[in-house]
C-alpha cells in the first residue's frame, strides 16, 4: 500500500524561505503525479498544483502560481513545495496526495499527513 | 475556474438519520466529481470517486449521484464514526477545485 510522508512542521518569519517534502513509499512513484492541496486554519481545501515526477510537469492554480515552486526528484521518491519568500498568510496546513486515475476518472488518494507551516514574526 | 458550491455548510443529526449533502458545479462537469471525508486533526479520505464509485473499504451506507452540474452524497444510518467534514471534488479540468465543506456533527 502506498504512503505519503511529509516533512515536518515548520515556523518560519515573513520573507524567510522554506521547501517542505512529500515522500512516496513505493517505486511506483514516477506512475503519479502529485499533487499539494492547501488548508488554511479552520478552513476548505485548495488546490495549489501537481506535478508528474516521471518529467517534472507541472501545471498550477493560477492563485499560487509564482508564489510556490513545485519540484520532484524522482531518484528518491521525492516531492516538494517551496517559498522564496513567506507571508503570513501562508499559514496553513499543507497536503501532497496522489493523482489515482481509473477509467476515466481521476482523484486523491493516498494524502500526506500533512504539515503545519506557521509564519509569524 | 468551476466553482463548487456545498449545501448545507453544517448540519446536526442524530445516529441512524439519513443524510444528505448537495454540491452544485458552475458548469457541467458529467460525472467527474469526488467526495471526501475528513476527520479532525487528519487528512483528508476519498469516499466516492466519478460521482457515484465507492472507493474500496468504504461502507456501503454511502452512496453518490448525480451528473452534469447537481450531484449529493448521502449517508444512510449515520453511524458515530461519520460524524466529520465532507467536500466534494471536481475532477474535470484545471484548476481542480473543491466545495466549502459540509460539517457532520452530533445532534
Known amino acids: 500500500e502506498v504512503q505519503l510522508v511529509q516533512s515536518g512542521a515548520e515556523v518560519k518569519k515573513p520573507g524567510e524561505s522554506l521547501r517542505i517534502s512529500c515522500k512516496g513509499s513505493?517505486?511506483?512513484?514516477?506512475?503519479?503525479?502529485i499533487s499539494w492541496v492547501r488548508q488554511m486554519p479552520g478552513k476548505g481545501l485548495e488546490w495549489m498544483g501537481r506535478?508528474?515526477?516521471?518529467?517534472?510537469?507541472?501545471r498550477y492554480s493560477s492563485s499560487f502560481q509564482g508564489h510556490v515552486t513545485i519540484s520532484a526528484d524522482k531518484s528518491i521518491n521525492t516531492v516538494y513545495l517551496e517559498w522564496g519568500s513567506l507571508k503570513a498568510s501562508d499559514t496553513a496546513i499543507y497536503h501532497c496526495?496522489?493523482?489515482?486515475?481509473?477509467?476515466?476518472?481521476?482523484?486523491?488518494?493516498?494524502w500526506g499527513q500533512g504539515t503545519l507551516v506557521t509564519v509569524s514574526s | 475556474d468551476i466553482q463548487m458550491t456545498q449545501s448545507p455548510s453544517s448540519l446536526s443529526a442524530f445516529v441512524g438519520d439519513r443524510v444528505t449533502i448537495t454540491c452544485r458545479a458552475s458548469?457541467?462537469?458529467?460525472?467527474?466529481l469526488n467526495w471526501y471525508q475528513q476527520k479532525p486533526g487528519k487528512a483528508p479520505n476519498v469516499l466516492i470517486y466519478?460521482?457515484?464509485n465507492l472507493e474500496r473499504r468504504v461502507p456501503s451506507r454511502f452512496s453518490g449521484s448525480g451528473s452534469g452540474t447537481d450531484f449529493t452524497l448521502t449517508i444512510t444510518n449515520l453511524q458515530p464514526e461519520d460524524f466529520a467534514t465532507y467536500y466534494c471534488?471536481?475532477?474535470?479540468?484545471?484548476?481542480?477545485?473543491f466545495g466549502g465543506g459540509t460539517k457532520v456533527e452530533i445532534k
Open positions: 496526495a496522489r493523482d489515482v486515475t481509473s477509467m476515466d476518472h481521476s482523484w486523491f488518494d493516498p
Open positions: 513505493e517505486d511506483s512513484f514516477t506512475s503519479y503525479t
Open positions: 506535478i508528474d515526477p516521471k518529467d517534472s510537469y507541472t
Open positions: 458548469q457541467s462537469i458529467n460525472r467527474y
Open positions: 466519478g460521482a457515484s
Open positions: 471534488q471536481q475532477s474535470y479540468s484545471i484548476p481542480l477545485t
